[in-house]
Nanobody
Framework: QVQLVESGGGLVQAGESLTLSCAASGRSFRSYEYVMGWFRQPPGKEREFVGG????????YYADSVEGRFTISRDNAKSIMYLLMNALKPEDTAVYYC??????????????????WGQGTQVTVSS
């Protein structure tokens, strides 16, 4: 089982940037076995996919709504994944979650394919 802990949320103004962190741990955690994902849940709406990331290759894929503004990166030594969010918009306001899936789930955007989740961190973008 993988334990995931997000951090870095907060209140920012539109156009500003924010970086979220997701620290992964667990007795049996081996990063190369997982596809990681970022999801978000805006107030009153369903959880939605933001981006996916392969620990082993560093490859990424993103939702159209954030493509070009958000970037996923990693610190392998610390097993930390980052979500750099630039040019934030009020519609980016949500609780952001990181999640882990088996590496064979590469390319998925479905939350049901991710078996481990963090507790979430709130991001609020004011206009």
């Amino acid at each position: 089982q993988v334990q995931l802990v997000e951090s870095g949320g907060g209140l920012v103004q539109a156009g500003e940037s924010l970086t979220l962190s997701c620290a992964a741990s667990g007795r049996s955690f081996r990063s190369y076995e997982y596809v990681m994902g970022w999801f978000r849940q805006p107030p009153g709406k369903e959880r939605e996919f933001v981006g996916g990331f392969s620990w082993s290759s560093g490859s990424t894929y993103y939702a159209d709504s954030v493509e070009g503004r958000f970037t996923i990166s990693r610190d392998n030594a610390k097993s930390i994944m980052y979500l750099l969010m630039n040019a934030l918009k009020p519609e980016d306001t949500a609780v952001y979650y990181c999640a882990a899936a088996d590496r064979f789930a590469w390319g998925t955007t479905r939350s049901a394919d991710f078996g481990s989740w963090g507790q979430g961190t709130q991001v609020t973008v004011s206009s």
